[in-house]
């Protein structure tokens, strides 16, 4: 029983990485960025932080799933009512946790459905926290890069979210912007909010 559990925790894996298709961009360069595109720039924080030992990563490209959340986006607002399947994970953002990313997106709004935390792979069960969503990226038809602000998620010791709050720490974001992409260009500030 529990081979067969590690078989299907590892098959999942495989497929989120091939079949699920692709994750949004990172970018570290203007030019990686095309016409119709814009950065998008954030972070996302655990209340308290991920502990070392609250994850416990064995398998293959490992580094693809330590200290990292998948957020869950599309550009169509819905309610995941259940388990997220492999087409949710399309076009999803996946961010380091306490970190800022720079994702390249198509230049229209989209949605943050939810995310997903892997907290035990490759063990003898497949073991994940879920996050809520709802909140929409409100990007503008001129937008090249965008501020969306940081989004703590405070928790309890079972992964229960306790509270959700958007900060703007834009000043810390528009430094390393500014360092990554050149001082000419611009940040406009573009905070989530509620999609409904």
Not at 76 to 104: C, H, S
Not at 106 to 126: A, C, N, T
Not at 132 to 158: C, M, S, W
Request: glycine share 10%; with cysteine.
């Amino acid at each position: 029983m529990i081979s067969r559990r590690v078989g299907l925790a590892a098959a999942c894996l495989t497929l989120l990485g091939a079949c699920a298709g692709p994750a949004r961009q990172d970018v570290d360069s203007l030019s990686e960025v095309g016409a119709g595109e814009t950065v998008v720039v954030g972070r996302i924080e655990l209340v308290p932080p991920l502990r070392k030992d609250e994850q416990k990563i064995k398998a293959l490209n490992s580094g693809t799933y330590e200290n990292r959340i998948f957020l869950l986006a599309d550009v169509q607002y819905r309610v995941l009512v259940k388990e997220p399947v492999l087409a949710d994970y399309n076009g999803r953002i996946e961010a380091t946790l306490g970190k800022n990313f720079f994702v390249r997106s198509d230049r229209k709004p989209f949605f943050i459905l939810g995310g997903v935390l892997f907290l035990d792979i490759g063990g003898s069960e497949l073991n994940k926290a879920y996050f809520p969503g709802g909140l929409k990226v409100p990007i503008q038809p001129g937008d090249r890069a965008v501020y969306i602000g940081t989004l703590k998620y405070h928790r309890n010791e079972f992964f229960e979210i306790t509270k959700v709050a958007i900060e703007d720490d834009y000043e810390r974001a528009n430094a390393e912007f500014k360092k990554k992409f050149g001082t000419k260009n611009s940040l406009r500030k573009a905070l989530l909010t509620p999609a409904k």
